[in-house]
């Protein structure tokens, strides 16, 4: 049925047809209905079922049991902070409601212009940004208004895939980019204590907050020098202010669950993203840095607070952006939690340095290839030489 | 003693419809027919005139750089047509059957008496040595560069392929003597499989035997060439598939090409698949004469095996190098809705996105020819590197064929591969790339630049 209707809407569609324009948008939603028909024209005849579609559309559902878990964190600071008694459920809906707009917004801008693009270079409609597109919505606060995200949407899509070739050639992690934008944009609408706490009611759920309510993250309050309000079972839980999808730990360790599952994350990068931190952490708090307060979080806290989890999980095992080789990502995910602690504790200006260390790491994931590959090479032309 | 290799990264896949350990008579066809485009790498000259009368034996085109390497007609009879393509390009010499398959009679080769000079000269006038094929760049040997060493592989591991220790039943004494005439012109390495250890095809103690044991591609004489002695830049190396060795040892010990060998009918295509003796260049029509399933769906004629093997068409002939011939749906005819997020427990993938992890690997899938998918640029790492059990970064070298950036080729390994030895990973891509073509004309070009 479905393929009657295509093929019926088919010729309009196509080189004359009045609709041409937007070929590669028919293409796209055919493609996503119906499995192509093209089979392989030379080379192996079989192929396995797995392809980028099925591998972006896992690595979205991954992402969900975090995303759900901030719309329901958005709710539940809303009714303690405006003192009403809501349900669970109605604190979900609130978060929902906060949280659906950005994500609209967010995939409207950047599917706009993949459309575009594809249209132009007339190739297929590359599904990356169906990742890309959900994360910048889970990695602001949630006081980011939505024009800045459209704006920094638009800005990574162009600046920084796009112009390397689209979804497999860019170098640095989209998504980062894109709160990167926003952080140095527009510094006061991405950190600071005001940000944290969705005020304003929404189609009447959700209380009014009074302006003067601040709530910082415990990050926030640590690199001000304040000893923090929130316990280790609240971080591991997720009750407490921070970007809407990083929250909690438990939600994103089922994301990881999944990811590894599926092979889709490696595992190389992610366990040696927390080790890497840990280690690290470990060091700052025997070293004795007695007035500096973030030194001085344990390293089991520091790994569950703030966007660490979730940039181990979900952005450091981007697999086009970090190391490629498989002893490669060892160091690539190590460099990376040992950075993010670093600045975390030694840069008070930027209360998390998770954003910077993978953006940082992004840009020598090539070099520590080339080191591998090189010993490879060494070894072959050594060989070589042996031989004569 | 023999060295063992266990070889862990690869994928072994079961398809329906392997080939049963049962040999079926094919009645001679009329018209038999050899095709240059199986003889990678050569230009060839054609040395016939249509009518004339050919035995089997008698070349049917040399090749135009050396003159030297011939190939020679399968059977006795008058060639048919020279079937030429766009700009003139050879496409195959057809030779009518008379029926009595005489053969050119050469004298019979005393192995121990003869040097490697001699066997050489033997192989190349009896069309022999077009089946020899060297690396670097996985064409047909020259036969102006001895190499260092011939590899030969007795097994294979992909999907339907033709078991050898089944193909080779009756001929044992031909292949061992094949591999001492090799071995008068080079080191020759035999690579195993486990289960051959005990068989007939042992003992020759002039090669040197080597057993892998792993999934597909341990069957690959690339990966074996890769453990036992790797090539380096400058170095030639040849390589035999095994048929090939069967046949040069009829030849040595009597003196007469016979272009036979007993390829499988596999694949889910065919009804009751098992085995043929039959020689290259047999029409896929007499093949598969009555043999194919009733279905109403578009179905694939592979010749060789569904991973390496090249699509071909019912009027086609059977490969030189194919060791079967395999059916299999096409799937164009296919509609599936929403098939990337589906279950589709029938079919097989290595990610555990899908269920196949969970049905056990004894299972057989049914799969058809689709790609599934749209072709990406490179976005999953380390996909390549779980199936490619050699010492070389698949991954990169690819980059470097796709950017054209011939040093780093060589740096990274160019010279040991071949487009088969992709095979597996070009199955398992999620980013759909035609691989075994990247590294072919990736090898070609460096053939020329190199020239």
Not at chain 1, 343 to 358: D, F, K, S, T, W
Not at chain 2, 201 to 221: C, I, T, W
Not at chain 2, 325 to 353: A, K
Not at chain 2, 360 to 377: A, M, P, Q, T, V
Request: hydrophobic share 45%; proline share 5%.
């Amino acid at each position: 049925m479905i393929k009657k209707f295509f093929d019926k809407i088919r010729p309009s569609f196509e080189e004359n047809g009045k609709l041409h324009a937007f070929h590669s948008v028919f293409e796209g939603m055919e493609t996503f209905l119906l499995v192509p028909h093209t089979t392989s024209r030379c080379g192996a005849s079989i192929h396995d079922a797995i392809d980028s579609k099925r591998i972006m559309s896992f690595v979205v559902i991954a992402l969900l049991p975090a995303l759900f878990f901030g719309m329901y964190n958005i709710g539940y600071w809303n009714a303690q902070y405006s003192h009403i008694d809501a349900s669970a459920l109605s604190m979900f809906f609130y978060g929902l409601a906060v949280t659906l707009p950005k994500i609209i917004v967010s995939y409207a801008v950047g599917l706009g212009i993949e459309f575009i693009v594809a249209q132009w270079k007339k190739e297929e409609i590359q599904e990356g940004y169906l990742v890309t597109g959900l994360l910048i919505p889970m990695i602001v606060p949630v006081g980011c208004p939505l024009w800045m995200l459209a704006l920094a949407v638009a800005f990574s899509v162009i600046f920084a895939k796009e112009v390397y070739g689209g979804t497999g050639m860019n170098i640095f992690n989209p998504a980062l980019v894109a709160r990167a934008f926003l952080f140095f944009a527009y510094p006061t609408s991405m950190s600071g204590d005001a940000v944290w706490v969705a005020k304003d009611p929404i189609l009447g759920l959700g209380g009014q907050v009074p302006d003067a309510v601040t709530k910082a993250t415990p990050l926030g309050e640590a690199a001000a020098g304040h000893p923090m309000s929130f316990q280790f079972g609240d971080m591991v839980s997720g009750l407490m202010p921070g970007s809407i999808g990083e929250t909690s730990v438990i939600a994103i360790a089922i994301g990881a669950a999944i990811l590894l599952w599926t092979k889709i994350a490696s595992w190389r990068t992610m366990a040696s993203v927390f080790v890497g931190g840990a280690v690290v952490a470990f060091l700052f708090n025997v070293a004795g840095f007695e007035s500096n307060q973030v030194a001085n979080i344990p390293w089991y806290e520091h790994l569950a607070l703030g966007g660490f989890c979730f940039g181990a999980v979900f952005m450091a095992t981007d697999p086009v952006t970090s190391a490629r080789t498989q002893s490669g990502k060892y160091v690539y995910g190590f460099l990376i939690g040992a950075l993010a602690i670093i600045i975390r504790v030694l840069n008070p200006g930027y209360p998390e340095g998770m954003m910077l260390a993978i953006l940082f790491m992004n840009m020598f994931a090539p070099l520590i290839d080339y080191c591998v590959v090189q010993r490879n090479i060494n070894k072959r032309l050594r060989r070589a030489k042996t031989q004569k | 003693m023999k060295a063992l290799y266990k070889i862990k990264k690869g994928l072994d896949l079961h398809l329906e419809g392997e080939a049963a350990h049962k040999v079926r008579t094919i009645k001679p066809s009329a018209v038999y027919a050899l095709s240059p485009d199986d003889f990678n790498g050569i230009v060839p000259r054609v040395v016939v005139k249509e009518g004339q009368h050919v035995d089997a034996g008698d070349p049917l085109f040399v090749d135009k750089a050396t003159e030297k390497i011939h190939f020679v007609s399968p059977v006795s009879g008058t060639v048919a047509a020279i079937v030429r393509g766009d700009r003139r390009k050879l496409l195959h010499v057809s030779v009518q059957s008379d029926g009595k398959q005489t053969c050119r009679q050469d004298s019979p080769i005393a192995i121990d008496k003869a040097s490697g000079s001699d066997i050489l000269a033997s192989l190349l006038k009896a069309g022999l040595f077009a089946f020899v094929r060297q690396r670097p760049y996985d064409v047909i040997a020259s036969p102006e560069v001895m190499p260092k060493a011939i590899f030969v592989s007795a097994f294979s591991k992909m999907p339907l392929a033709a078991d050898f220790s089944f193909a080779v039943e009756g001929h044992e004494d031909d292949f061992k003597t094949g591999l001492r005439a090799l071995a008068k012109m080079a080191p020759v390495h035999l690579g195993i499989s486990p289960e051959q250890i005990n068989t007939p095809l042992l003992p020759v103690k002039e090669v040197q035997v080597s057993v892998f044991a792993g999934p597909n591609p341990a069957g690959n004489v690339g990966v074996h060439i890769n453990h036992v002695d790797p090539i380096n830049k400058g170095e030639v190396v040849w390589t035999l598939d095994p048929g090939a060795v069967v046949m040069i040892g009829r030849y040595v010990a009597t003196g007469r090409v016979i272009m036979e060998r007993r390829i499988a009918v596999a694949g889910s295509g065919v009804t009751e698949p098992d085995y043929a003796d039959v020689l290259v260049g047999t029409p896929i029509a007499d093949l598969l004469d009555g043999r194919l399933a009733e279905t109403d769906r578009h179905m694939r004629i592979i010749n060789g095996n569904p991973l390496v093997g090249y699509k071909s068409e019912k009027d086609g002939f059977l490969g030189a190098f194919s060791r079967e011939v395999c059916v299999i749906p096409e799937g164009d005819d296919v509609d599936e809705v929403l098939g990337w997020i589906m279950p589709r427990t029938n079919d097989f993938s290595t990610n555990h996105s899908y269920f196949s992890w969970l049905q056990g690997r004894s299972r057989r899938y049914n799969l058809d020819c689709r790609i599934k998918g749209g072709e990406r640029h490179m976005i999953m790492s380390g996909e390549y590197e779980r199936v490619f059990p050699m010492d070389i970064f698949p991954e990169h070298l690819v980059k470097a064929i796709i950017t054209g950036d011939i040093d780093k080729q060589e740096e990274l390994g160019i010279y040991e591969v071949a487009p088969e030895d992709f095979a597996v990973a070009e199955f398992v891509d999620s980013s759909k790339l035609e691989l075994q073509r990247i590294v072919r004309e990736g090898l070609d070009l460096l053939r020329k630049e190199n020239a």
